[in-house]
């Protein structure tokens, strides 16, 4: 039977990271766990508006409705998309900022923004290079 002996290096290296962990941990203010979730939720209330992008597009046609009661549907190209998500389909019957319906015409340019809905999304985290 051969016995494996440990290597002080790595108990010694896991240590001095244990170590580390616990120092940066005291470095924080004290705050009650309860505290925390509260300013973690004033924090994203504090942002007006969600994440979002807007990225160009144009109307390349109008679809007529198959039946008589459904809306007709614009497709509209979006610049800068990936290939398989560059054409998208929405119901013609859009409003203004007066409450007015407008439709969508053939070769009109659009903006489309995507924005998150519900709960914050996660923030990427960017590496120290």
Do not use: C, F, W
């Amino acid at each position: 039977m051969m016995l494996h002996k440990k290597t002080k290096k790595s108990s010694r290296e896991a240590g001095d990271a244990l170590r580390a962990s616990v120092k940066k941990e005291m470095a924080r203010p004290r705050m009650a766990k309860s505290a925390r979730i509260t300013q973690r939720n004033l924090d994203a209330s504090l942002l007006a508006e969600r994440p979002s992008t807007t990225m160009p597009g144009t109307v390349d046609k109008i679809i007529p409705p198959p039946r008589p009661r459904q809306p007709e549907k614009a497709q509209i190209a979006v610049g800068g998309a990936a290939r398989r998500y560059r054409n998208l389909r929405i119901e013609n019957s859009l409003t203004d900022k007066h409450g007015d319906e407008v439709k969508l015409k053939k070769g009109a340019h659009v903006e489309v923004t995507v924005a998150t809905e519900g709960k914050t999304p996660t923030a990427k985290s960017k590496k120290n290079s």
